[in-house]
C-alpha cells in the first residue's frame, strides 16, 4: 500500500498565545521542577539590603551606594571568567593570584619601565591569556585534574607576584589613566546617555524577540510580560543612574563626586559580550553542551579539548582584568595583589549567583548578582561595625547554603524527569 504526502498550502500554524497567568504557571512549574536559577540569589540580595538599610540607614547613602560597585568590582571581573570554567564542572583555584601576577605586570610595565598605559594594559591581559593557555593545556592534554592544575597554580603565582615586586615591594600606580577606572565618574550627561542607550538596546532586542518568535509560530512570552522586563530595566536603570549622579562631596567646591563609577560600564560592557558569547553564539552552545555530557558533545562532532582549553583562557584573561580594577583602586600593586580572600569570594560570587558547581548550568549575570551579595555582606557588615571573622563566617554560611541549594535543585530535576 502506497502513502502519498499531503501538501498544506494554507498559513503557518500558529503557536497559541501565552496567558500571563499560564506563564506565571510555568515559571512556578520550573521552580519546583528544580529551575530556580538565580531567584535565591535575587531574594536574598533584597532581604540583604533590606536589612542593612534598617539597621543601618548610611548603607543606602550614595556614597555607600557608590561605594558598593567600586568595592565588588575586581571579585565580579573575576567571577564572570570563573563561571565559564564552572560550567565544564571544572574549577580554577588560581584565578585569585593570576589576577596578582597581572596586576603585577601592569605596574612594572607602566611605573617602573615607563610604558604608556595601553601597553600595561596589553601586556597584563596577554599575560592572563598565556596563564589560561597554560592552565588549559595541562588539564585537556595531559590529563591533570583542574583541581590539582589550578592548587599548583596557586601556589606558582604567588611565588611569581613575589619575584615581580622583589620580594615585598610596593609599586604605585600613577598613571591618570588607569586610575581612573576604578576611582572616578562618568559626567552625570554621559551617564544619563549610556543608560538611554541600554534601554533602547534592551527594548529592540525584547521586542525583535517577540516579533520574530511570532512570525514563525513559535511559543512566546505573552507581551504582557515583554513590557513588564523593559519597564523593569527602566525602574532600576532611572534610580541608580539619578542617585550616582548627586553630589556626594562632602566639600564640592574643591572636589566634586557625582557620576556612575567608571567600572560600572566595563562591568556591563562585558556582560554583554560574555552573555552574548554563550547565549547566541555556536561556541556558547558547545560550552554548555560539554559541561552537560563531554562525552555525548565529543561523539557529536565538538571539538572538547578545545572548549576546555578555551574555558581556561577566558578565565584568565577577565582575572587579568580584574586585577587591573584591583590595582585602579588601590593606586599600586603589592605582595597581596590578588591573594587573601580575592578566590574565595569571587567563586563564592558565581556560585552564590546561581552558577552550578557541578557543570552545564549557569550564566554570566549569575558572576554579577553574587558579586553584589559578596560586596552587600562586607560591606553591610562593615558598617555594622563586625570584624573580618565574623564577615568570613557569615559569607562562608551564605556560601554553604548557595551550594546546598544547587545541589537539592539538581536533584529535584532529576527526579522530577525521571516521572
Not at 39 to 65: E, H, K, Q, Y
Not at 145 to 165: D, E, I, N, R
Not at 285 to 302: D, P, Q, S, T
Request: include cysteine; aromatic fraction near 6%.
Amino acid at each position: 500500500m502506497s502513502t502519498t504526502a499531503v501538501k498544506h498550502n494554507g498559513p503557518t500554524p500558529v503557536a497559541p498565545a501565552a496567558t500571563v497567568g499560564s506563564h506565571i504557571r510555568d515559571y512556578w512549574r520550573r521552580v519546583r521542577g528544580g529551575d530556580i536559577g538565580a531567584l535565591p540569589a535575587v531574594l536574598g540580595l533584597l532581604v540583604l539590603c533590606t536589612v542593612f538599610s534598617i539597621m543601618r540607614p548610611s548603607f543606602l547613602t550614595t556614597v555607600n551606594l557608590a561605594n558598593l560597585f567600586t568595592q565588588g568590582a575586581a571579585v565580579t571581573l573575576i567571577a564572570m571568567g570563573l563561571v565559564f570554567v564552572l560550567l565544564l564542572g571544572e574549577i580554577d583555584l588560581s584565578a585569585g593570584f593570576a589576577s596578582g601576577v597581572c596586576a603585577a605586570v601592569l605596574a612594572n610595565v607602566v611605573t617602573v619601565l615607563g610604558y604608556p598605559w595601553y601597553v600595561a594594559v596589553l601586556a597584563a591581559v596577554l599575560t592572563g591569556m598565556a596563564i589560561g593557555t597554560t592552565l588549559g593545556l595541562l588539564v585537556a592534554k595531559i590529563g591533570i585534574p583542574s583541581f590539582v592544575v589550578t592548587l599548583a597554580g596557586f601556589l606558582a603565582f604567588q611565588g611569581v607576584v613575589l619575584l615581580l615586586m622583589e620580594e615585598g615591594r610596593n609599586i604605585s600606580i600613577r598613571d591618570s589613566v588607569l586610575v581612573a577606572i576604578a576611582n572616578r565618574n562618568l559626567p552625570p550627561v554621559l551617564g544619563w546617555t549610556l543608560a538611554a542607550i541600554a534601554f533602547v538596546g534592551y527594548a529592540m532586542i525584547q521586542l525583535r524577540r517577540y516579533r520574530s518568535r511570532a512570525a514563525r509560530g513559535l511559543v512566546n512570552d505573552p507581551i504582557t510580560v515583554v513590557l513588564a522586563r523593559i519597564v523593569g530595566l527602566a525602574v532600576i536603570l532611572g534610580p541608580a543612574v539619578y542617585l550616582l549622579n548627586q553630589e556626594r562631596s562632602f566639600n564640592p567646591l574643591f572636589n566634586s563626586l557625582k557620576g556612575v563609577p567608571i567600572v560600572v560600564p566595563i562591568i556591563a560592557i562585558l556582560l554583554i559580550v560574555w552573555t552574548f558569547v554563550l547565549q547566541r553564539t555556536s561556541y556558547g552552545r558547545h560550552i554548555y553542551a560539554v559541561g552537560g555530557n563531554k562525552e555525548a558533545a565529543r561523539r557529536a562532532g565538538i571539538n572538547v579539548d578545545r572548549i576546555r582549553i578555551s574555558v581556561f583562557v577566558i578565565c584568565s584573561t577577565m582575572a587579568a582584568i580584574g586585577g587591573i580594577v584591583a590595582a585602579s583602586r588601590a593606586n599600586s600593586v603589592d605582595p597581596n595583589t590578588g591573594g587573601s580572600n580575592v578566590l574565595l569570594y569571587a567563586v563564592g560570587a558565581a556560585v552564590i549567583g546561581g552558577t552550578s558547581l557541578f557543570g552545564g548550568k549557569g550564566r554570566v549575570l549569575d558572576a554579577v548578582l553574587g558579586g553584589a551579595v559578596v560586596a552587600v555582606i562586607d560591606n553591610g557588615m562593615g558598617l555594622m561595625g563586625y570584624s573580618s571573622g565574623v564577615k568570613y563566617v557569615v559569607t562562608g554560611v551564605v556560601l554553604l547554603l548557595a551550594a546546598s541549594v544547587d545541589a537539592l535543585s539538581r536533584r529535584r530535576a532529576a527526579a522530577s524527569g525521571g516521572r
